[in-house]
Nanobody, 119 residues
Framework: QVQLVESGGGLVQSGGSLRLSCLASGSIFSIHVMGWYRQAPGKQRDMVATITSGGSTNYAESVQGRITISRDNTQNTVYLQMNNVKPEDAAVYYC?????????????WGRGTQVTVSS
């Protein structure tokens, strides 16, 4: 079984910084794209940033220049560095990964970590 476990969420002041981490564990053959999505109350889950196994990144327009995604393939971990955090960044952040077990690639989600922004 594969698990994605997020950490690093919490309360941050507007303008401050926060770093989220997500560790993938279990019976993993390979990890393809990894990413972060977020969902604010009453809104849909939206993509924040994704990163391929080769390091190519993609960002939502609303976070470009403030948020950086990175990954450590040796540790099966993806990070989200959030700088100049804004009130609209408040949401539950979910880790996402496409992982191959055996010969089948499937999408997996973490349970989420809450980011709260104080003004």
């Amino acid at each position: 079984q594969v698990q994605l476990v997020e950490s690093g969420g919490g309360l941050v002041q507007s303008g401050g910084s926060l770093r989220l981490s997500c560790l993938a564990s279990g019976s993993i053959f390979s990890i393809h794209v990894m990413g972060w999505y977020r969902q604010a109350p009453g809104k849909q889950r939206d993509m924040v940033a994704t990163i391929t196994s080769g390091g190519s990144t993609n960002y939502a327009e609303s976070v470009q220049g403030r948020i950086t995604i990175s990954r450590d393939n040796t540790q099966n971990t993806v990070y989200l560095q959030m700088n100049n955090v804004k009130p609209e960044d408040a949401a539950v952040y979910y880790c996402y990964a496409v992982i191959t077990q055996g010969s089948i690639a499937r999408p997996y989600w973490g349970r989420g970590t809450q980011v709260t922004v104080s003004s």
